[in-house]
């Protein structure tokens, strides 16, 4: 969610003078990146019932989303209401034609606040502008994006969303720095969220997640895959420490979806790095032995699964579970980490704004190792920085040994207005790592966080955001923000 603050014009202005002067041109995206907007919409088709699509892995492609709009089964009119919401967003970038978008935010801090899906705005102002070419086969988009603040580093500019990407045969191969999700949580994921920028690296993954055509396939269902290699920015324990990814996701019915998930860090310098020691880390035979020149990488991995009650028994409620270990037992994951939650969608039939859908859910996660703050969760005694890159989680957004409670909700008032809020309790760093530089000590968090986006016209869109938070470390906090986003196409 974007967001602005009216209390300090100056700083922003300056931004929105760099912002002006630097024009952006994007087309279609082919690759639809982290969106809560987009994501939350079909979320809540997929527990009415109206179309299958997995939204456990980002990015999702246009091509996907239009299959299974393709395929929706429309029953109602809060149902149709959204289907042409989720095609509106797809349509604003439309294929071969060039436009232009620029967008800027302001906020005050929020030092305490917990981030969620598609959460990137962290620094008190900022600006982006991007560059983009997108034709059926290949894709191009360079953003920049300037910020005012040193939260994360000392650097003001950052080119984060910029990529570029190849198809052949149903395959996108996507070259660049840009955001993964890999899960079934609305706020978080166990193995890699977006809490921290993004790595730069190379990601591969299906266009359409169509079923096998084989026969004896067939009943996998739609799938999809997603391969990931990069390497690590400001990794000061192991410099130059590469991540590897994996994951993998099926949906054998129209009601069950599974997962499979796994991460590694390898190499850096002074770290092995030949084919071998690449192989035992693909293996994870040698992992967690206690030999420094044995032991070839940090290793997490787990399964998720969600299922959807709505073709079952005729109830839009979805229930999902993710469990993430960080070390291996028998050949399967141990010292777990573990998430899961219930989701609701529906409507209201309302004087003032007609027909409202709206979803909520309920979402519990520890990412303590098996019940246990023992410092485990998110390290390592080799690469000793932790599952984190500048200090910010690569997993779970508030970091290892934490639970937390979240119930939130998600208005759709019509086609141009959608609220998010949330309210969440938080026990974070109960082990006291410095390692986590977002919650850096052990605190109790209890927060209520409410953002909403209005499409002005169609190429205007403002958002606002607005929150309260309490901390035994930091002082109660009331803060807010608004932003604005300019496209012209």
């Known amino acids: 969610m974007t967001s602005y603050t009216l209390s300090k014009k100056c700083k922003l202005k300056t931004l929105l003078l760099v912002m002006g002067i630097i024009p952006s041109l994007a087309s279609a995206q082919n690759l639809q990146l982290n969106d809560m907007g987009l994501k939350s919409e079909l ?18 492609t246009a091509n996907e989303i239009n299959r299974a709009l393709a395929n929706a ?5 809060d149902q149709k209401q959204v289907i042409q919401s989720v095609r509106y967003r797809l349509s604003k970038r439309p294929k071969s034609l060039v436009t232009t978008k620029v967008s800027a935010y302001a906020q005050t801090d929020r030092e305490a606040l917990p981030q969620s899906f598609a959460d990137d705005k962290m620094s008190d102002f900022g600006a982006s502008a991007q560059a983009g070419l997108s034709q059926d086969d290949w894709e191009f988009n360079l953003q920049v994006n300037v910020k005012d ?6 650097d003001d500019i950052s080119f984060e969303g910029s990529y570029i990407a190849g198809k052949i045969a149903n395959q996108w191969l996507v070259a660049g720095q840009i955001p993964t999700w890999w899960g079934p949580g609305h706020d978080g994921s166990l193995i890699r969220g977006d809490a921290s920028r993004p790595v730069a690296g190379f ?15 067939n009943w996998v269902g739609p799938w999809q895959y997603q391969l990931f290699a990069g390497q690590l920015e400001d990794y000061d324990a192991v410099p130059d420490a590469k991540l590897i990814g994996m994951r993998l996701t099926a949906n054998p019915t129209e009601w069950l979806e599974l997962g499979a998930s796994r991460s590694f860090m390898w190499g850096g310098d002074g770290r092995p790095e030949s084919t071998s020691s690449f192989w035992d880390a693909l293996k994870g035979t040698k992992d967690n032995i206690g030999n420094r020149d044995s032991d070839p990488a940090n290793q997490l991995g787990g399964f998720d699964t969600r299922i959807n009650l709505a073709s079952l ?40 704004f007609g027909i409202v859908p709206y979803q909520l859910y309920t979402e519990y996660t520890d990412t303590r190792s098996s019940g246990s703050a023992k410092g485990v969760s998110y390290n390592h005694f080799i690469y000793t920085d932790g599952y984190y890159q500048q200090g910010y989680p690569l997993g779970f957004a508030l970091g290892g040994d934490t639970e937390s409670i979240a119930v939130g909700g998600k208005v759709w008032l019509d086609n141009q207005n959608f609220i998010n809020a949330k309210m969440q309790y938080a026990k974070v760093n109960q082990s006291g790592r410095d390692t986590n530089r977002a919650f850096p000590k052990s605190d109790k968090l209890k927060v209520l966080d409410v953002s909403w986006e209005h499409q002005l016209n169609p190429k205007v869109a403002l958002s606002s955001r607005a929150w309260v938070t309490d901390s035994d470390i930091h002082s109660s906090d009331i803060g807010g923000g608004i932003g604005v986003e300019y496209t012209n196409f």
């Open 203 to 217: 990601t591969m993954q299906r266009d359409k997640q169509e079923a096998p055509n084989n026969r004896y396939l």
């Open 149 to 154: 603040d040193d939260l994360i580093d000392d």
């Open 73 to 77: 089964s429309i029953e109602t009119t």
């Open 313 to 352: 028994t005729n109830l839009p409620v979805g229930i999902y579970a993710q469990y993430i270990g960080e070390d291996e037992a028998g050949g399967l994951p141990a010292k777990n980490m573990y998430l899961g939650g219930i989701d609701y969608a529906s409507s209201l039939n309302t004087t003032q």
């Open 43 to 60: 979320d809540w088709l997929q527990a009415q019932g109206v179309i299958q699509i997995s939204t456990s892995t980002w990015p999702l």
